[in-house]
Each structure stands twice: as structure tokens, then as C-alpha cells.
């Protein structure tokens, strides 16, 4: 070839959007550039080789990326420019895991479609990450978060969401479709020719549960294709979904010291360490991942994110979680990266006293009210039909997760205004008379010996000593 024409030919691919994207990414190998070259002037890999690659087993390109995965490339580049970029900032790529190893499905699979001549699942599940990633997909698979899509069905929020707020179409149930499944994740389902139903699908939701059975998606976490260790040990991976008045992890964090010094020291974080334990790699403010998943001097990394917790702060009443003080010591291996034993045993003592403190004079005895005034037929069974019902959620549910998260995470204003304090006026200004009006109500039409009991518990709760202010003592 002539110099002229190699000049020519050198300006047609250095113009081509093939070659800008493959510039951008951070570890552009010569084999992928070749792949730039050969989809730029279509050399028979996206046509007849590609129908024969999809019915023999993956081979390896020069660098190691497989054929079928250079494929895809060939015609991702342009068709979805981003999605390459992070994938070529990966780890992943760097691996030589492509497209093709992370969505390739088998036949038989319930979401499996042709697409290209390849059989392909759009949705990549732990069950595929645990081809590379055994151990982590089983931490996972124990967690709470594992369970948070399948376990949803039922529960008071969904009901107000689902059925309180919609109505009795499919289409009627967007407010739980898009607010409670997009953080919980719900059941994906796939239509006779393996298209993804819209009415279940975009979801990431931590909890999915997938066409394979498997539970959870990694990508609620890790952004997908480029699944940066620095973006998701950052507090806002978590964020997404720990926030608001029923969730408020995030605000908390943020008003807290720990988040007040990430803040401050994040440029001294080196938050891309490949081992990342506090009190070695940094010394800054912790982010979730620090308490919640990373590494210490004394224990291994996890993405079981229940396996450090003591309580489960999530329910009207607070009980201690299947291995509370083994929880509680390996949590405890965390703070001491930074604390004394002293601050650490002081800390949670005042914890254990602020969630002993709301069950004993709310949660309990409130829960004790609503299930007497179900009892003597003063409520029903339906959730959100008795105006006290709408009281009784709001307590436990916002003011009581905000005292509760407060303290586990040293938020003092959650604890305080958002907390106690409105846990207090909805149980003295709201709770207690409109129990007491409907137990009036009832004596009035002549139930009085129905609602006798319910009636009694009530003045117990009272005159109860940690109520003692009501009778101005």
C-alpha cells in the first residue's frame, strides 16, 4: 500500500467514532483498537463468522477479550458510547470480562432472547456474577437486603403504597412500582417470547427477584459496567435508597461526625485502595461501607450488611437480631479502628438505653393499644381505614426509625425533634385521645362491657410511671 493511502486510510479510522470512543477509554489494548478497525470496515465478524461463533464455545481474541464479546463491541461503541467508556474504565475490562461473559444465557433460561444470533439475558443476576464472584454472591444471598424484594408483599408500607394509593389495575400500582420496588425490588417478570415486562422491568431494586430465581442485583450497589470500588464505598451508593422519613440513614449520617469528617478528609480517603481498612489506608470519617462491609485489621470483608447489626430497629418494636452480641462484637472490631474500648462499650450503652427507652414507653405499650382496640372491635383488620391506624404507622414508622437510626448513628437532631419529640406528640396528642374517644364512642352505644378490657389497658398505660408527667407528678 501506497503512502498516499495509508494516510488515507489512517485519517478514515482516526475520524471514525469508533476510534474517539475506544480513545476515551483508560486502558485502550491494540486487539480492541483492531476491533475499532475491522467493525469500521466490516470485515465479517458482525455477519456469517458471527451466526458460526454463537454455536461454538467462547474464544479468545488477541488479548484475551473473547470473540463474541469483541462482537458486541463492534456495534456498541456507537450504539451505546457510555456503557462502552465505563466498561473500558473497569476492572472488568482490564480482566478481559466483556459483554458477552457477564449476559450470555443458556437455553431453557425464562429470559433468554436472540439478539445478534447470540442468546443473551438482559438481566444480569448474582447467580451470573457468581461465576467469578462465589463468595461475595453468598455473603449477599444471607443478608437482609437479599430478602428485601420477596419479603415486601404484605407488609404495611407496601399496602399504603400498592393499595391505599392505587387502585386495582396494574397500571394502578405505580406508586409502589416506582417508589417502594425501585429500592426493595420486586419479582421480574418475562413474556412468552423473553421480553422483560415493563410492568416489573427497569427495576434495581436490592432485593429483585430475578427470572432465575436468584435474589438481588449487584448493580443496586455497583455501577454497572464500570463498578468502581471508590463510587460504591462512597455514602451516596447507599443513599439512593437509605433516605426520607421511613429510611433516614443518609440525613443522619450527613448531620453526623462521621459524615462531617468524610466531608472534610475525603481527598485523604484513597477510596480506590484495593484493601481499604480503616485506621491503615485512611483515617477519615467511615462512610456505610467502613461500618457496614469493609475489612478491618481483625475482619474480613463482607456483603452480608446484617452481619455487624445488634438490633433490628425496623418494626414497631425493636427486637435483637439471630446473633445480636456476635453482631455487635465484630461491629465493635470496627470502631475500634479509630476509638478506645472505653468510647466504643459507652456508646453502646447510650444506644441500648435510647431503643430501650422507646420500647418500653411507646412501642410496646402502643402496640398493646392497637392490638387491644382490634380485640374489642374498635378497628378492623383492613390497615389505614381507622384514622388511629394512620397515627399508630407514623409513630413507629417515621418519628420512631428517626430516634432509633439517630442513635445507632449519632445523630443527635434525629434522635431529638425528628424523633422523641415527635414520637411524643403523636402518642400523647393523638394516639391516647382517639383511643379514648373510641372507647367513649362505644360505651355510648352500649358496649361497655366489649370494650371493658381495652378500656382498662389504656388507663394502665396511663398511669404508668414513665407517664407520670400526664397526672402532674
Given at each position: 500500500?501506497g503512502?498516499?493511502?495509508?494516510?488515507?486510510?489512517h485519517?478514515?479510522v482516526?475520524?471514525?467514532?469508533?476510534?474517539?470512543?475506544?480513545?476515551r477509554?483508560?486502558?485502550?489494548?491494540?486487539?480492541?483498537?483492531?476491533?475499532?478497525?475491522?467493525?469500521?470496515?466490516?470485515?465479517?465478524?458482525?455477519?456469517?463468522?458471527?451466526?458460526?461463533?454463537a454455536?461454538?464455545p467462547?474464544?479468545?481474541?488477541?488479548n484475551?477479550l473473547?470473540q463474541?464479546?469483541?462482537?458486541?463491541?463492534?456495534?456498541?461503541?456507537?450504539?451505546?458510547r457510555?456503557?462502552?467508556?465505563?466498561?473500558?474504565?473497569?476492572?472488568?475490562?482490564?480482566?478481559?470480562?466483556g459483554?458477552?461473559?457477564?449476559?450470555q444465557?443458556?437455553?431453557?433460561?425464562?429470559?433468554?432472547?436472540?439478539?445478534?444470533?447470540?442468546?443473551?439475558?438482559?438481566?444480569?443476576?448474582?447467580?451470573?456474577?457468581?461465576?467469578?464472584h462465589?463468595?461475595?454472591t453468598?455473603?449477599?444471598?444471607?443478608?437482609?437486603?437479599?430478602?428485601?424484594?420477596?419479603?415486601?408483599?404484605?407488609?404495611?408500607?407496601?399496602?399504603?403504597?400498592?393499595?391505599?394509593?392505587?387502585?386495582?389495575?396494574v397500571?394502578?400500582?405505580?406508586?409502589?412500582?416506582?417508589?417502594?420496588?425501585?429500592?426493595?425490588?420486586?419479582?421480574?417478570?418475562?413474556?412468552?417470547?423473553g421480553?422483560?415486562?415493563?410492568a416489573?422491568?427497569?427495576?434495581?431494586?436490592?432485593?429483585r427477584?430475578?427470572?432465575?430465581?436468584?435474589?438481588?442485583?449487584?448493580?443496586?450497589?455497583?455501577?454497572?459496567?464500570?463498578?468502581?470500588?471508590?463510587?460504591?464505598?462512597r455514602?451516596?451508593?447507599?443513599?439512593?435508597?437509605?433516605?426520607?422519613?421511613?429510611?433516614?440513614?443518609?440525613?443522619?449520617?450527613?448531620?453526623?461526625?462521621?459524615?462531617?469528617?468524610f466531608?472534610?478528609?475525603?481527598?485523604?480517603?484513597?477510596?480506590d485502595?484495593?484493601?481499604?481498612i480503616?485506621?491503615?489506608?485512611?483515617?477519615?470519617?467511615?462512610?456505610?461501607?467502613?461500618?457496614?462491609m469493609?475489612?478491618t485489621?481483625?475482619?474480613?470483608?463482607?456483603?452480608?450488611?446484617?452481619?455487624?447489626?445488634?438490633?433490628?430497629?425496623?418494626?414497631?418494636?425493636s427486637?435483637?437480631?439471630?446473633?445480636?452480641?456476635?453482631?455487635?462484637q465484630e461491629?465493635?472490631?470496627?470502631?475500634?479502628?479509630c476509638?478506645?474500648?472505653k468510647?466504643v462499650?459507652?456508646?453502646?450503652?447510650?444506644?441500648?438505653?435510647?431503643?430501650?427507652?422507646y420500647?418500653?414507653?411507646?412501642?410496646?405499650?402502643?402496640?398493646?393499644?392497637?392490638?387491644?382496640?382490634?380485640?374489642?372491635?374498635?378497628?378492623?383488620?383492613?390497615?389505614?381505614d381507622?384514622?388511629?391506624?394512620?397515627?399508630?404507622?407514623?409513630?413507629?414508622?417515621?418519628?420512631?426509625?428517626?430516634?432509633?437510626?439517630?442513635?445507632?448513628?449519632?445523630?443527635?437532631?434525629?434522635?431529638?425533634w425528628?424523633?422523641?419529640?415527635?414520637?411524643?406528640?403523636?402518642?400523647?396528642?393523638?394516639?391516647?385521645?382517639?383511643?379514648?374517644?373510641?372507647?367513649?364512642?362505644?360505651?355510648?352505644?352500649?358496649?361497655?362491657?366489649?370494650?371493658?378490657?381495652?378500656?382498662e389497658?389504656?388507663?394502665?398505660?396511663?398511669?404508668?410511671?414513665?407517664?407520670r408527667?400526664?397526672?402532674?407528678?
Amino acid at each position: 500500500m501506497g503512502t498516499c493511502n495509508k494516510m488515507k486510510l489512517h485519517t478514515k479510522v482516526w475520524n471514525s467514532p469508533h476510534y474517539l470512543v475506544f480513545l476515551r477509554l483508560k486502558q485502550v489494548s491494540f486487539s480492541l483498537f483492531l476491533i475499532a478497525i475491522l467493525a469500521l470496515f466490516g470485515t465479517g465478524l458482525r455477519t456469517a463468522d458471527a451466526a458460526e461463533a454463537a454455536t461454538k464455545p467462547v474464544k479468545q481474541s488477541l488479548n484475551g477479550l473473547s470473540q463474541t464479546s469483541a462482537v458486541c463491541i463492534s456495534c456498541h461503541a456507537e450504539e451505546t458510547r457510555s456503557i462502552v467508556q465505563q466498561w473500558g474504565a473497569s476492572k472488568h475490562y482490564g480482566a478481559n470480562v466483556g459483554c458477552f461473559e457477564c449476559h450470555q444465557a443458556e437455553k431453557g433460561d425464562p429470559d433468554a432472547v436472540m439478539h445478534k444470533k447470540y442468546l443473551i439475558s438482559t438481566l444480569v443476576t448474582p447467580k451470573d456474577c457468581a461465576r467469578c464472584h462465589e463468595v461475595e454472591t453468598k455473603q449477599f444471598a444471607e443478608s437482609s437486603h437479599a430478602q428485601a424484594g420477596s419479603h415486601l408483599e404484605g407488609t404495611i408500607p407496601h399496602t399504603l403504597a400498592a393499595v391505599v394509593q392505587g387502585d386495582s389495575t396494574v397500571k394502578g400500582t405505580q406508586a409502589a412500582t416506582q417508589g417502594c420496588v425501585q429500592c426493595h425490588g420486586s419479582k421480574v417478570t418475562v413474556s412468552a417470547s423473553g421480553v422483560l415486562n415493563s410492568a416489573t422491568w427497569p427495576n434495581s431494586g436490592i432485593g429483585r427477584v430475578n427470572p432465575d430465581g436468584s435474589l438481588g442485583t449487584c448493580t443496586a450497589c455497583h455501577q454497572q459496567h464500570d463498578f468502581s470500588q471508590a463510587q460504591v464505598r462512597r455514602p451516596e451508593a447507599c443513599s439512593r435508597c437509605h433516605q426520607g422519613a421511613a429510611h433516614p440513614q443518609s440525613e443522619i449520617y450527613e448531620q453526623s461526625k462521621h459524615g462531617a469528617t468524610f466531608r472534610a478528609s475525603i481527598d485523604k480517603m484513597h477510596l480506590d485502595s484495593p484493601k481499604w481498612i480503616a485506621g491503615q489506608d485512611y483515617v477519615g470519617g467511615p462512610t456505610c461501607a467502613t461500618c457496614h462491609m469493609s475489612a478491618t485489621m481483625n475482619v474480613g470483608m463482607t456483603h452480608n450488611v446484617s452481619q455487624r447489626l445488634s438490633w433490628d430497629l425496623t418494626q414497631p418494636v425493636s427486637s435483637k437480631t439471630e446473633k445480636s452480641a456476635d453482631n455487635r462484637q465484630e461491629m465493635k472490631t470496627v470502631c475500634i479502628s479509630c476509638h478506645t474500648d472505653k468510647v466504643v462499650q459507652n456508646f453502646y450503652e447510650q444506644f441500648d438505653n435510647v431503643v430501650n427507652l422507646y420500647n418500653s414507653k411507646y412501642g410496646e405499650p402502643g402496640t398493646r393499644l392497637m392490638d387491644g382496640l382490634l380485640k374489642a372491635g374498635l378497628r378492623t383488620e383492613k390497615t389505614f381505614d381507622d384514622s388511629i391506624e394512620w397515627t399508630w404507622f407514623k409513630l413507629w414508622h417515621e418519628a420512631g426509625r428517626q430516634a432509633r437510626q439517630g442513635s445507632a448513628m449519632v445523630g443527635a437532631d434525629s434522635v431529638q425533634w425528628k424523633g422523641f419529640a415527635e414520637v411524643a406528640e403523636l402518642f400523647y396528642s393523638k394516639l391516647i385521645p382517639q383511643a379514648e374517644e373510641l372507647i367513649s364512642k362505644a360505651e355510648s352505644g352500649g358496649k361497655g362491657a366489649e370494650v371493658k378490657d381495652v378500656k382498662e389497658l389504656l388507663e394502665t398505660i396511663k398511669h404508668d410511671p414513665a407517664n407520670r408527667w400526664m397526672n402532674g407528678q
